[in-house]
């Protein structure tokens, strides 16, 4: 077989486009063929998407977790037990021409997918089908598909890298933290 009909045979890849400087999900967008980006003067950041994602219930889902960096020298960091879990809002299907500009499937943005009308506001005591849920109760819904030990190695994966993230950028954030705070002042020694 020639390598352009294994090139033809093979699904095509997606690509997620990022404004670098955006927030809340505003001017995300996905392409097939990353020669088809319409540069402007806004840079962006062009990454695979990735098409198999886990789902729950069928929906896609990020998770946003809390660190905190204790000290620099030496290092310590805070990895907070809890988190938030954001879905997406329309059950998940593989990226298609004709689904490409459906946001509500393929981004979990919360400032997004409040406007969809599938969006499930919680309240404490019922969060289990919620579009933004508790770490712990996702963790808690996950151990019902996965085993206890699958659960607990996709943790320990996701602190490594947190670890391995933050040591990358170890060097930025020691000359930040020193442009920052003066180093004659003692207390108040914090920056976000």
Known sequence: MHDEDRRRKRPLATFIVKPSDGSQGEGIYLIRDPARYNATN????????????????????????????????????FLYNEGLVRFATV???????????LTFMHLTNYSLNKRSANYKHASDEDQIN??????????????????????????????EMINKTILAILPEIRIEYVSELPLTRKQDRCFQ
Request: proline share 6%.
């Open 42 to 77: 806004r840079p962006h950041v062009i990454q695979k998407y990735i098409d198999r994602p886990l789902l729950i219930d069928g929906l896609k889902f990020d998770i946003r977790i809390y660190v905190l960096i204790l000290n620099l020298d030496p290092l310590e960091i």
């Open 91 to 101: 059950d998940y299907q593989p990226p298609s021409a004709t689904n490409l500009h």
């Open 130 to 159: 919620a579009s933004k849920r508790k770490l712990t109760l996702v963790w808690s819904q996950l151990s019902q598909q996965f085993s206890l030990n699958e659960v607990e190695r996709a943790k320990l994966l996701i602190e």
